[in-house]
């Protein structure tokens, strides 16, 4: 990633970059491992309030006028996806921030 030339993934040289500052950390997403992830999606997101869907900051605060909704603003509920349920997150979380938003 030293943006010489093209990497094994096709990429131009300008768009790879040295990872030259830590620390890095892992985590085991293998099949069954703990934290199995499922790959065409992501679970879980930012700290909201749960009132309000506004994002929490570092402190536990929140961010003034910066809201999630969707997979950003829910945890985990579940090892396994359950068919619809990223709708019904959707159609939760983004009614609850829009309507703290609005005011």
Do not use: W
């Amino acid at each position: 990633a030293q943006g010489i030339r093209r990497d094994r993934f096709d990429k131009a040289p300008d768009s790879v970059h040295p990872l030259s500052a830590g620390p890095y950390y892992a985590i085991d997403c293998s099949l069954g491992s703990k934290r199995h992830l499922c790959a065409v999606m992501t679970l879980g997101g930012l700290a909201v309030d749960e009132r309000t869907g506004q994002v929490l900051g570092e402190n536990g605060g929140v961010v003034p006028g910066l809201y999630a909704a969707g997979r950003n603003a829910v945890g985990i509920c579940s090892r396994q996806y359950v068919s619809g349920l990223s709708i019904a997150d959707c159609v939760y979380s983004g009614r609850r921030a829009g309507r703290s938003a609005s005011g």
